[in-house]
C-alpha cells in the first residue's frame, strides 16, 4: 500500500508527530486548528466569526476501493503542505482502516449497512461504525451555513457512466439540486435520486444530521498503485473549490443526467439468482418483459423498456438488497439519453 493516509495517519506512524505524541491539536497555514479525533478522522476548522459550510469527505467504507483513498490521501497532503487553502469546516473520516491495511472490501461486516443491536459478538467493524456515526454528529451540530457530506465509493463493476453519485435527499430540495448541479459540472455524469429506505453513511448524514448528502461512485475498484487518478480531475478539482470557497456553478457546463429508483430487488434466500451476464454493467438499460432476478417464489420482470440495473450482487447476505433498478427522472428529459 502505498496511500499516504493508510502509512502515516491510518497506521497511527508520525505523519503529524505534533498530533501523535499527545498535543490534540495544532494551527497551519492560513489560522487553520487540525485535530485528529481518531484513527483516520481528521478535523480542520479555520478559525474566525464568519459562518462556513460544514463538509465531511469520507473514504475508505470498503476497504478495497483504493482511488478515492488515494484522492483524499493527496488532497491532506495538499492542505498540510499550505498548498490548498482551508475555508469550510471540514471533517476527513477514513471509515475502514483494517480493510484498508488487508486490501479486503471487509473484515466482517459491510459497514454500508449500518450498526445492528450491540451484542456481546459485536463486530469491530459495527462499533467503528457507531464511532463514525457519533463523529459526524458532533461535527453537524456544530452552527454552519450548509452541511455536505460526500461518501466517495468505487463501484464492483463496471457502468455505462464512468462516474456517479446517489443522493437521499429529496430533489426538490434548493440545496440538493445546487449540489446535482455543481457535481455535474465536476465529473459525474448521473446522479440517482432516492428516498428509500437505506443504511448507508450517506442516507444517515442525509436522513438523520440534515445534510445534502451524496455517495459518489468513482470507478472501479483496483489495486493501491494502479488508479489513473488524472481519470478523477475534475472531481478533484470540485472538492478542491468546496474546501477553499472557491466552488461556484458555470454557464453552460455539463449537466449530469437524472435518475430515480422504479425498484430495489432483496435476496430472500439462497435460490435467488441474477438473470443477466455477470460481466453486464452498471445503467445498462433492458426491455419489457426481460427476467432479471429469481428467488424461491419470486421474479423480478422488466415493466417498461428503459429500465437500468445498478448495484447487481447475488452475494449479498439474506435480507440484504441485491438489486437496484432505475429509470430516467421524467423531470429532467433534456438529460436523458
Same mark, same amino acid.
Given at each position: ?15 503529524? *508527530? ?16 487540525? !485535530? ?27 476497504? /478495497? ?15 498540510? &503542505? ?13 471509515? +475502514? ?15 454500508? +449497512? ?5 451484542? +456481546? $459478538? ?6 467503528? =461504525?457507531?464511532?463514525?456515526? /457519533? ?8 452552527? @454552519? ?31 440538493? !439540486? ?11 455524469? $448521473? ?13 444517515? =448524514?442525509?436522513?438523520?444530521?440534515? $445534510? ?35 466552488? @461556484? ?6 449537466? @449530469? *443526467? ?25 445503467? =445498462?438499460?433492458? /426491455?419489457?418483459?426481460?427476467?432479471? &432476478? ?18 447487481? /450482487?447475488? +452475494? ?5 438488497? &441485491? ?10 428529459? !433534456?438529460?436523458?439519453?
Amino acid at each position: 500500500m502505498n496511500s499516504y493516509l493508510a502509512r502515516k495517519v491510518l497506521c497511527n506512524l508520525p505523519c503529524m *508527530k505534533p498530533l501523535l505524541t499527545g498535543q490534540l491539536s495544532l494551527i497551519i497555514d492560513n489560522n487553520v486548528v487540525v !485535530e485528529l479525533w481518531d484513527n483516520g478522522v481528521l478535523y480542520f476548522q479555520p478559525q474566525g466569526s464568519e459562518l462556513r459550510n460544514a463538509i465531511l469527505l469520507s473514504v475508505g467504507v470498503h476497504g /478495497n476501493e483504493t482511488a478515492p483513498i488515494e484522492i483524499i490521501d493527496q488532497l491532506v497532503a495538499d492542505i498540510l &503542505a499550505g498548498k490548498i487553502a482551508v475555508r469550510n469546516s471540514l471533517l476527513i473520516v477514513i471509515a +475502514n482502516p483494517k480493510a484498508i491495511k488487508s486490501g479486503f472490501r471487509e473484515i466482517d461486516e459491510n459497514m454500508n +449497512n449500518g450498526p445492528l443491536p450491540i451484542t +456481546n $459478538a459485536e463486530s469491530d467493524e459495527h462499533h467503528r =461504525t457507531r464511532t463514525l456515526m /457519533n463523529y459526524s454528529r458532533d461535527f453537524f451540530s456544530m452552527d @454552519a451555513d450548509q452541511k455536505i457530506h460526500y461518501d466517495l465509493h468505487t463501484a464492483i463493476r463496471g457502468s455505462v457512466y464512468k462516474q456517479f453519485a446517489v443522493s437521499p435527499n429529496s430533489s426538490d430540495r434548493a440545496e440538493t !439540486e445546487q449540489q446535482c448541479l455543481l457535481l455535474g459540472q465536476y465529473g459525474i455524469e $448521473a446522479i440517482l435520486t432516492t428516498t428509500q429506505k437505506s443504511a448507508t453513511f450517506s442516507a444517515f =448524514t442525509a436522513n438523520i444530521l440534515g $445534510a445534502t448528502s451524496f455517495t459518489l461512485e468513482l470507478g472501479s475498484a483496483k489495486p493501491f498503485g494502479e488508479n489513473n487518478i488524472t481519470e478523477f480531475a475534475a472531481i478533484i478539482e470540485g472538492l478542491h473549490g468546496m474546501i477553499s470557497g472557491k466552488l @461556484a456553478l458555470e454557464v453552460g457546463r455539463k449537466k @449530469a *443526467k437524472r435518475f430515480i429508483v422504479a425498484a430495489e430487488v432483496p435476496k430472500k434466500t439462497d435460490a435467488f439468482r441474477l438473470l443477466f451476464a455477470s460481466d453486464i454493467v452498471n445503467f =445498462t438499460p433492458f /426491455n419489457e418483459g426481460d427476467v432479471l &432476478a429469481a428467488d424461491k417464489d419470486y421474479q423480478y420482470i422488466v415493466t417498461k423498456s428503459g429500465e437500468r440495473i445498478l448495484f447487481p /450482487n447475488e +452475494n449479498v447476505a439474506i435480507g440484504q438488497r &441485491a438489486l437496484v433498478i432505475v429509470r430516467p427522472d421524467e423531470n429532467y428529459t !433534456e438529460n436523458t439519453l
